[in-house]
Nanobody, 113 residues
């Protein structure tokens, strides 16, 4: 299972760090990702990190968000800086292995202007 945490209500320009703790070694997953879903919109990929540490981001968060992983803690993080109102969404973490996909329960991020 995946447990996401760290969401909250912040003002524009502030920062948050999301955490996604796994119940097993994250080294067993090919990739760990963060998605977000704004009200009335589809869930979209925000950032992903491979087992080798390669990262990728959606254009709208490049330069502001950083995804990282701590294999010793079985946790993936999403550091979000310079937050904007359009970043408001429920953020979900996802773990992908060869045979399975796992989702966390989501954590709400609200950015006020």
């Amino acid at each position: 299972q995946l447990q996401a945490s760290g969401g909250g209500l912040v003002q524009a320009g502030e920062s948050l760090r999301l955490s996604c703790a796994a119940s097993r070694s994250i080294s067993s997953f090919n990739a760990m990702s963060w998605y977000r879903q704004a009200p009335g919109k589809q869930r979209v990929l925000v950032a992903t990190i491979s087992s080798g540490g390669n990262t990728a981001y959606v254009d709208s968060v490049k330069g502001r968000f950083t995804i990282s992983r701590d294999n010793a803690k079985n946790t993936v993080y999403l550091q979000m800086n310079s937050l904007k109102p359009e970043d408001t969404a429920v953020y979900y973490c996802k773990a992908t292995s060869i045979s399975s996909t796992y989702w966390g329960q989501g954590t709400q991020v609200t950015v006020s202007s």
